[in-house]
């Protein structure tokens, strides 16, 4: 579903990402970690098509991004580290703006079980969004992700600022839409949450993919003590 | 959370989600215009805009008033005294039927320019060159005297009316709900989710440009119809409407300019407050500095002659026609001895100021040309360099199609001089033959009728700026496009 083959991207010098091949299949997470300036949020800005490839390939269903970004773009969801949307706006109100941009004309019913999927208390659908806490606005992202119905996410660092229970929320939300079929990418710096949530783990840095491990098979000690090798090359 | 959160999703459904298609773009502006009122922003700017717009054109139509009961008056008080002489003349009251008297003396005709359709929307320079003159017999420095042969171009202040409203106050409207239509959506992450929601980029900004144009162009266009009707501008007949739908026409291009320069600014990633920055300088460098510069540069170029110039010239003037005068005296009573101690003959008297009048006219003729002569090119030299500032463009544009600007004005200055040449005509060459004024005469007195001039005329004045004001909306419209389409989403 998603899809890098030696997919780079450099700045002049200085590569950002080095031919990186990556597949996520439907009803994985693939759960990528690594510091700050490792290369994630290359990778699903390049997946996104928001910007182009120095060299390699990314595809989204079978689409590649670079020729048609598009076509790649309709086929998946992207939630941002900060899902800030529009303050002045409800939830039910950003979800209908949004998913009206994808050319959907859901009705308000629908567009209320999107948002009671997402897991957002109904009290809260027709409140502005201003008044949101984070763990509520990401919820807002997921709706806007289910009423689109795509078949891929792409989550950068979604969990970040999150309190406990607004990520143990959030993965079982992800979770589920996994079991529903969709390829997840999500970048994260949480082991403990990569290692809950997902399918596999990628280990990042300067731009390379260190290493994979498949989640069920490792440990927490294992993959923090592996985390930290490949940290401390 | 629920469990299944893509249930109902086949499979095929789940790779490429439900059937989109790219959203209707009457759905897109209801959602822009729907949070945009949510916003809170664009109704206050717009009712400001709104209710600054109708509050100008009733200033505009008061200062018209003015001026309109002003030349009222002094035309029924030269009807009320040419009556009165008529029929005097008919029961032969010696100053009723001496042509020097009445015509050097006692009647004048006010000669007023008519306010044009649009008059009240744009003063222009409708309160510094007169809108009319009081002529008489005498020469022509005399009603020229109370004019102020000003620059012709008045765009450091201005005056509160619709024209100034749109060419200083709609450029703010426009920057205050357009300044960051792209960089506030960059900063919150909005646009990297609206893009990857499906939007394409330029058809996410244009919608939010277009749902602002829409909601500001709207306004404007009621707002100017409801200030046309405060200033009662004739939208019943063609000689307001046409006008009025060019004043239209001029002030959404200008408009649209801005809506482009924002969107221009917001090509390139850079923060809102760099944005409202760059925005609020080209503000300030466009309508205030250049058309202050195209100002100086017009007047410092072709200065107009030294008004002491004009006062020692007339002076002096006056001083070689009163020796003429005097000679003529003298010679009047070396030929009639008779009157030696006495006073001079009526007619030769008013014969003798006359001769003066026409001495001093033609001593003061080449200066005052003068004036006429600088102040056309200095509205050539601005006419070039209105170019410079859209601002300039669109003032020069809205005040030609109102009819205040320097050209109808000096037209009607022209009708005025070749209409005292009648008026003077009429009363000199009986006062030079010696003969007397009958109530016929005072029937068959030259009347001053201002010739509009052709509309083709106004239009070649207006048209080219606002021909201009599109090239550089398209322009800059279509660089910031252009490079929308490169603009780093995320």
Redesign the interface.
């Known amino acids: 579903?998603l899809e890098t083959r030696k997919l780079s991207k450099s700045y002049g010098e200085v590569a950002a990402l080095r031919e990186l091949d990556l597949r996520v299949n439907?009803g994985e997470i693939y759960c990528l970690l690594g510091a700050n300036g490792a290369g994630k949020?290359t990778t699903i800005?390049l997946l996104?098509g928001?910007?182009e490839p120095t060299s390699g390939s990314a595809q989204v269903?079978g689409i590649d991004v670079a020729t048609d970004p598009?076509g790649a773009?309709?086929?998946?969801?992207?939630?941002?580290e900060?899902?800030?949307?529009?303050g002045?706006?409800s939830g039910l109100?950003n979800l209908?703006?949004?998913?009206?941009?994808?050319?959907?004309?859901l009705s308000d019913e629908e567009l209320h079980g999107c948002l009671?999927?997402?897991?957002l208390a109904a009290a809260a659908h027709d409140r502005p969004l201003k008044g949101y806490s984070k763990g509520m606005r990401q919820k807002v992202?997921?709706a806007?992700a289910?009423a689109?119905?795509?078949?891929a996410l792409?989550l950068d660092e979604p969990t970040s600022g999150l309190d406990p229970k607004a990520s143990n929320?959030f993965s079982?939300?992800i979770l589920?839409?996994a079991?529903?079929?969709?390829a997840i990418l999500m970048a994260t710096h949480d082991l403990f949450r990569a290692k809950e949530t997902g399918t596999r783990i990628g280990i990042m840095r300067e731009g390379v993919l260190r290493a994979q491990y498949d989640a069920a098979s490792i440990s927490h000690t294992a993959l923090e003590q592996a985390y930290l090798e490949h940290m401390g090359d | 959370?629920?469990?299944?959160?893509?249930?109902g999703?086949s499979?095929g459904?789940?790779?490429?989600?439900?059937e989109?298609?790219?959203?209707a773009t009457g759905?897109?502006l209801r959602?822009e215009l729907?949070?945009l009122r949510?916003?809170?922003l664009a109704p206050w700017a717009l009712v400001a805009l709104t209710l600054l717009l109708v509050a100008a054109a009733l200033n505009g139509r008061a200062l018209l008033g003015v001026q309109a009961r002003t030349a009222a008056a002094l035309e029924d008080e030269a009807a009320q005294t040419t009556r009165a002489l008529a029929e005097q003349a008919g029961r032969g009251v010696a100053t009723a039927v001496s042509p020097g008297v009445v015509g050097y003396s006692v009647l004048g005709e006010p000669a007023v320019l008519p306010a044009s359709p649009l008059g009240a929307l744009a003063i222009g320079q409708g309160d510094l060159l007169p809108a009319w003159y009081p002529v008489t017999a005498r020469g022509p420095h005399h009603f020229l005297a109370r004019s102020e042969p000003e620059n012709p171009l008045r765009l450091s202040i201005g005056n509160f009316d619709a024209a100034f409203v749109i060419v200083w106050l709609l450029p703010l409207v426009v920057i205050a709900l357009s300044f960051n239509v792209v960089s506030a959506e960059r900063e919150?992450?909005?646009l990297?989710?609206?893009?990857?929601?499906?939007?394409?980029p330029v058809g996410?900004i244009l919608g939010k440009v277009a749902a602002r144009a829409l909601v500001v162009f709207g306004s404007l266009w009621i707002a100017l119809l409801a200030a046309a009707l405060a200033a009662g501008v004739p939208l019943g007949s063609a000689a307001g409407l046409l006008p009025l739908l060019l004043w239209l026409a001029g002030a959404t291009l200008y408009g649209a300019f801005w809506f482009a320069l924002a969107l221009f600014v917001n090509a390139r990633p850079r923060a809102s407050d760099q944005n409202a920055s760059l925005l609020a300088g080209a503000w300030l460098l466009l309508v205030i500095l250049l058309p202050a510069l195209t100002n100086l540069a017009a007047t410092t170029v072709f200065a107009a002659p030294s008004r002491v110039a004009l006062t020692t010239e007339l002076r002096e003037a006056s001083e070689a026609a009163d020796r003429a005068a005097a000679a003529s005296r003298d010679k009047y009573f070396f030929d009639h001895p008779e009157m030696q101690g006495g006073d001079m003959d009526r007619t030769a008297y008013f014969q003798s100021v006359a001769q003066s009048e026409l001495s001093i006219s033609e001593a003061m003729a080449p200066l005052l040309a003068q004036f006429d002569v600088q102040a056309r090119r200095q509205q050539g030299l601005v006419e070039v360099l209105q170019f410079l500032s859209p601002g300039t463009m669109t003032w020069q544009s809205l005040t030609a199609l109102a009819g205040s600007d320097g050209a109808r004005l000096r037209e009607f200055r022209a009708q005025v001089l070749a209409f005292h040449a009648r008026w003077s005509g009429f009363f000199r060459d009986p006062l030079m033959r010696g003969a007397t004024l009958t109530p016929a005469d005072y029937a068959a007195l030259p009347q001053f009728a201002f010739q509009e001039p052709p509309l083709g005329r106004t239009l070649a004045r207006a048209l080219p700026a606002l021909a201009m004001l599109l090239a550089l909306t398209l322009l800059l419209g279509g660089i910031a496009l252009r490079r929308l389409r490169r603009f780093?989403?995320?």
């Open positions: 579903m439907p949020t800005n996104l928001f910007i269903a598009n773009r309709s086929r998946l969801a992207y939630i941002p900060t899902v800030m949307l529009y002045a706006l109100e209908k703006y949004f998913s009206g941009l994808s050319g959907q004309a009671a999927r997402a897991g992202g997921v806007i289910i689109k119905r795509a078949g792409l929320e079982e939300l589920a839409l079991r529903d079929g969709a | 959370m629920s469990a299944g959160a893509l249930d999703v499979p459904a789940a790779a490429g989600g439900r989109r298609r790219a959203p759905a897109r959602q729907h949070l949510r916003e809170g919150r992450g909005v990297a989710v609206a893009v990857a929601a499906g939007a394409s996410f780093p989403v995320a």
